[in-house]
């Protein structure tokens, strides 16, 4: 099986021994067992991994007490707890844990942050340091490959994504299948595990809607109706799904209302190979009409993907005004504002919106290509 270091394990192994909760977050399948697992192997104390969907282990952590904890952690000084999201009451828990041990760094996984937040998070406050595990990022899979072979993938990464088992098959046909049970098997099954949930065709469609509608300002009045369910609705589902890690809002940016789209959101996922299986179109580069969307798509994951994993602080926006100019993306860092166009295709010579450079005088504006795309995500 090929194993690829993560970027975010050292951030992460930093951070122990400071008697904190290390929350992990991100989909089921991204490897975050892959990750736990590798670090305990190189911690040089006494650890112990518990993966908290077995009942036996929901049965003991169901004991709060200080005394029931200290047994079951004995000498270990590093707590790994898998899926923490499943456990009832999981933020109070880890609390009592790490106040009543001081020697204690407990590590905790799950794939939700709607449930390992909301669970997590108040009584944490404080307490823990958070962590988002992505799909693999190309500056991740580029230590293991050069140049030439980084360029000669693209187009499969543009189409099956990153996730880490993608890797492990050798036809597109295996690919396919594995993203279509991923979606199947694992995050449809974690969105409708809520309580609440009873629409699940219409979460499905609304993955679809906005799949299809990829790069593009989306509106839920629009999405509501052809669902036939509320405008609130179509966004407390969308909040959902985000809080699952499949998409990510990418809101308007603007200081002048009355000339600048200031409400506005476009909605995007987080790995490509995900996206193709929500609409079953696993076709290549050269037979689709949406490779604009897709390139889009793959360039904000990846640029996310890298400041994140550089623990560099970004706001991420798009902007748009009233006569329909557009930049893609905005970068907001500092008080520094930096827009990029994205563009598979360089027929032509772009320019920047005359309006975007009016207002913003002092913003940069660059077009990300095929020929400079890989020095704006490595």
Same mark, same amino acid.
């Given at each position: 099986?090929?194993?690829?270091?993560?970027?975010?394990?050292?951030?992460?192994?930093?951070?122990?021994?400071?008697?904190?909760?290390?929350?992990?977050?991100?989909?089921?399948?991204?490897?975050?067992?892959?990750?736990?697992?590798?670090?305990?192997?190189?911690?040089?104390?006494?650890?112990?991994?518990?993966?908290?969907?077995?009942?036996?282990?929901?049965?003991?952590?169901?004991?709060?007490?200080?005394?029931?904890?200290?047994?079951?952690?004995?000498?270990?000084?590093?707590?790994?707890?898998?899926?923490? #999201?499943?456990?009832?009451?999981?933020?109070?828990?880890?609390?009592?844990?790490?106040? &009543? !041990?001081?020697?204690?760094?407990?590590?905790?996984?799950?794939?939700?942050?709607?449930?390992?937040?909301?669970?997590?998070?108040?009584? %944490?406050?404080?307490?823990?340091?958070?962590?988002?595990?992505?799909?693999?990022?190309?500056?991740?899979?580029?230590?293991?490959?050069?140049?030439?072979?980084?360029?000669?993938?693209?187009?499969?990464?543009?189409?099956?994504?990153?996730?880490?088992?993608?890797?492990?098959?050798?036809?597109?046909?295996?690919?396919?299948?594995? %993203?279509?049970?991923?979606?199947?098997?694992?995050?449809?099954?974690?969105?409708?595990?809520?309580?609440?949930? *009873?629409?699940?065709?219409?979460?499905?469609?609304?993955?679809?809607?906005?799949?299809?509608?990829?790069?593009?300002?989306?509106?839920?009045?629009?999405?509501?109706?052809?669902?036939? !369910?509320?405008? @609130?609705?179509?966004? @407390?589902?969308?909040?959902?799904?985000?809080?699952?890690?499949?998409?990510? *809002?990418?809101?308007?940016? &603007?200081?002048?209302? *009355?000339?600048?789209?200031?409400?506005? &959101?476009?909605?995007?996922?987080?790995?490509?190979?995900?996206?193709?299986?929500?609409?079953?179109?696993?076709?290549?580069?050269?037979?689709?009409?949406?490779?604009?969307?897709?390139?889009?798509?793959?360039?904000?994951?990846? *640029?996310?993907?890298?400041?994140?994993?550089?623990?560099?602080?970004? #706001?991420?926006?798009?902007?748009?005004?009233?006569?329909?100019?557009?930049?893609?993306?905005?970068?907001?860092?500092?008080?520094?504002?930096?827009?990029?166009?994205?563009?598979?295709?360089?027929?032509?010579?772009?320019?920047?919106?005359?309006?975007?450079?009016?207002?913003?005088?002092?913003?940069?504006?660059?077009?990300?290509?095929?020929?400079?795309?890989?020095?704006?995500?490595?």
């Amino acid at each position: 099986m090929r194993i690829f270091k993560r970027k975010i394990e050292r951030q992460i192994e930093d951070k122990i021994g400071k008697n904190k909760v290390l929350l992990i977050m991100g989909t089921r399948r991204v490897g975050k067992t892959v990750l736990i697992q590798e670090i305990k192997s190189k911690f040089n104390g006494e650890s112990l991994l518990l993966n908290t969907e077995d009942f036996d282990v929901q049965e003991i952590l169901k004991n709060r007490t200080v005394a029931n904890y200290k047994k079951l952690i004995g000498k270990a000084t590093l707590l790994i707890l898998d899926e923490a #999201q499943v456990i009832d009451e999981i933020g109070a828990i880890l609390k009592l844990m790490i106040d &009543s !041990m001081p020697g204690l760094t407990i590590i905790a996984t799950g794939s939700s942050s709607f449930d390992l937040l909301n669970k997590a998070g108040d009584p %944490l406050t404080g307490r823990q340091y958070q962590f988002h595990l992505y799909p693999l990022a190309q500056l991740e899979i580029g230590e293991d490959e050069n140049y030439a072979e980084t360029v000669q993938h693209l187009d499969e990464r543009l189409i099956f994504g990153s996730y880490p088992e993608v890797f492990q098959f050798s036809t597109y046909q295996e690919k396919s299948v594995y %993203l279509q049970q991923l979606v199947q098997s694992y995050l449809l099954k974690d969105i409708l595990a809520y309580d609440g949930i *009873r629409n699940s065709d219409k979460i499905i469609r609304l993955l679809r809607l906005i799949a299809f509608q990829t790069g593009r300002e989306v509106s839920y009045t629009e999405l509501g109706t052809q669902l036939g !369910m509320s405008k @609130n609705t179509v966004e @407390n589902y969308l909040d959902l799904l985000s809080r699952v890690f499949i998409i990510h *809002r990418l809101p308007a940016y &603007s200081t002048n209302p *009355r000339k600048e789209i200031s409400k506005g &959101s476009k909605w995007y996922f987080y790995d490509n190979g995900i996206r193709n299986a929500i609409i079953n179109d696993f076709r290549l580069p050269a037979l689709r009409n949406d490779m604009g969307s897709l390139w889009e798509n793959y360039l904000l994951a990846e *640029r996310i993907k890298k400041n994140a994993y550089q623990e560099k602080n970004v #706001q991420y926006y798009f902007w748009r005004n009233y006569n329909q100019q557009e930049v893609d993306l905005i970068e907001l860092t500092n008080g520094e504002i930096n827009g990029f166009e994205f563009k598979f295709t360089t027929d032509k010579k772009t320019k920047v919106p005359p309006a975007f450079s009016a207002f913003y005088k002092d913003a940069s504006y660059t077009v990300i290509s095929k020929s400079n795309y890989l020095d704006w995500i490595l």
